[in-house]
C-alpha cells in the first residue's frame, strides 16, 4: 500500500525496536540514510539498529559510530532505499523479505514489497526523504544526522552533478551544513579518496574499455581476477561505471562485474535521452532513468563476451530513434 510522509512518520511514532534495512551491496545513500534515521530513533528514546546483507566499505564506517549499539529483537522492519525485496540480498531477504512494515524509498522502478510504501522518485536520494521525514518525528537534526544524509545525498548526486541534483536537493544539502554536516570533509572521504588497489584497477580498467555502435556505447568488464587481484572492495568498484560516462560520444556505459558465482553484476549510466533503466528491465533489473543495474547470469551467458553482445544488443534498442536511422544513413 503507498502511503503519505505522514503516515510513515505516524508508523515510526508507534514502533519501537526497529530494525533499518539497508540494500545489497550498500551505497552511501542507504547507509546514509539508515544510520540517520536510527540515530533520529534512539535520540526520540526508541531501540533501534541498521543492517544488510553486506558488510559496509570503509569509506562509510564512521556513520556506525553515529548509533549506539543496542541488543533488541527487532518488533518492526523498515528498508530505506530499497525498490524490490530482492535488493535486499540474502540473508536479509529470506529473513525479512515478507515483513518488511515500511519502506522509504526514492526510485521510480521496483516492485513494492513492504506493507507500507512511501517512494518520492522526485527525491535525488533516499536521506531527502529521510530529512523530510525528522520533523514530522519530532526528531532534531544533530550534527550526526546531518553528516548521515550529507552521505546519502553526496554520493546519490555524484556529488551535486548527476541531473537528479534539484533545487531543493541543495536547499537541503545546505541545511546540513547549517546543522554541522563537513561538506569539505566527507565530499573528500566519499568521492575524492581511492586506494592503491582501486588505482590499479582503474589502470587495467582504462586500458581494456571498449566501444561499440558508433562510440555510443562504452563496455567495461571487471574480471573476477582482476578485482581479487587489485583487492579492491564492492564499494570502491563502484566508482567505475561513471567512468564509462564520462568519454565524449558515449550515450550509455556498461560495466561488468563478475562475481563468485560467475554471474555478472551490471551497472549502466547513460546520457540524458537513453534510458538506463529500460535497459536493465530487459535482463529483470531498474533504477533510475541514469543510472541502473542488473545481472546476468551464468546460465544465460556462459562468458563475458556473451553478456556483451547481449547488453550492447539491449543499448542499441534504447538509443533515441532518430539516432538509429542517422547511423544507417551514414
Ligand atoms: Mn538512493
Known amino acids: 500500500m503507498l502511503i503519505?510522509?505522514?503516515?510513515?512518520?505516524?508508523?515510526?511514532?508507534?514502533?519501537?525496536?526497529?530494525?533499518?534495512?539497508c540494500h545489497r551491496y550498500p551505497d552511501g545513500d542507504t547507509l546514509g540514510s539508515a544510520y540517520a534515521l536510527a540515530r533520529a530513533l534512539q535520540?526520540?528514546?526508541k531501540r533501534a539498529a541498521v543492517d544488510g546483507s553486506h558488510e559496509p566499505g570503509k569509506r562509510y564506517r564512521f556513520l556506525?559510530?553515529?548509533?549506539?549499539?543496542?541488543?533488541?529483537?527487532?518488533?518492526?522492519?523498515?528498508?530505506?532505499?530499497?525498490?524490490s525485496a530482492s535488493l535486499?540480498?540474502?540473508?536479509?531477504l529470506s529473513r525479512w523479505g515478507d515483513r518488511v512494515e515500511l519502506s522509504l524509498d526514492h526510485h521510480r522502478t521496483g516492485q513494492p514489497f513492504a506493507k507500507c510504501t512511501f517512494t518520492d522518485p522526485s527525491a535525488a536520494a533516499a536521506a531527502e526523504i529521510v530529512f523530510r521525514l525528522l520533523p514530522l518525528l519530532g526528531a532534531p537534526l544533530d550534527a550526526g544526522i546531518a553528516a548521515a544524509l550529507y552521505t546519502g545525498v553526496s554520493t546519490d548526486t555524484g556529488g551535486f552533478r548527476f541531473p537528479n541534483t534539484t533545487p531543493e536537493t541543495l536547499r537541503i544539502a545546505a541545511a546540513l551544513m547549517e546543522a554541522g554536516a563537513d561538506a569539505a570533509r566527507l565530499n573528500r572521504l566519499l568521492l575524492d579518496t581511492k586506494s592503491r588497489g582501486f588505482l590499479e584497477l582503474e589502470r587495467r580498467v582504462l586500458g581494456a574499455m571498449r566501444f561499440f555502435l558508433g562510440g555510443r556505447c562504452a563496455v567495461c568488464v571487471l574480471p573476477r581476477e582482476t578485482l581479487d587481484r587489485?583487492?579492491?572492495t564492492d564499494d570502491e568498484a563502484d566508482a567505475v561505471p561513471p567512468m564509462t560516462r564520462q568519454i565524449e560520444g558515449v550515450l550509455a556505459g556498461v560495466t561488468l562485474r563478475e562475481k563468485e558465482n560467475g554471474d555478472f553484476r551490471v551497472s549502466v549510466r547513460t546520457q540524458p535521452g537513453v534510458d538506463a533503466a529500460r535497459i536493465c528491465r530487459r535482463f529483470g533489473g531498474g533504477g533510475h532513468s541514469e543510472a541502473a543495474g542488473c545481472t546476468i547470469h551464468r546460465e544465460d551467458a556462459p562468458d563475458a563476451e556473451e553478456a556483451v553482445r547481449r547488453l550492447v544488443r539491449a543499448v542499441e534498442n534504447a538509443l533515441p530513434q532518430d539516432d538509429v536511422t542517422k547511423e544507417e544513413r551514414e
Request: aromatic content about 4%; charged content about 20%.
Open 4 to 21: 503519505t510522509l505522514h503516515d510513515a512518520a505516524r508508523m515510526l511514532s508507534g514502533a519501537d525496536d526497529i530494525l533499518i534495512l
Open 43 to 45: 535520540g526520540l528514546g
Open 64 to 83: 556506525r559510530e553515529l548509533i549506539t549499539p543496542q541488543a533488541f529483537e527487532p518488533r518492526f522492519a523498515v528498508s530505506v532505499d530499497v525498490a
Open 88 to 92: 535486499l540480498g540474502e540473508p536479509m
Open 230 to 232: 587489485c583487492g579492491v
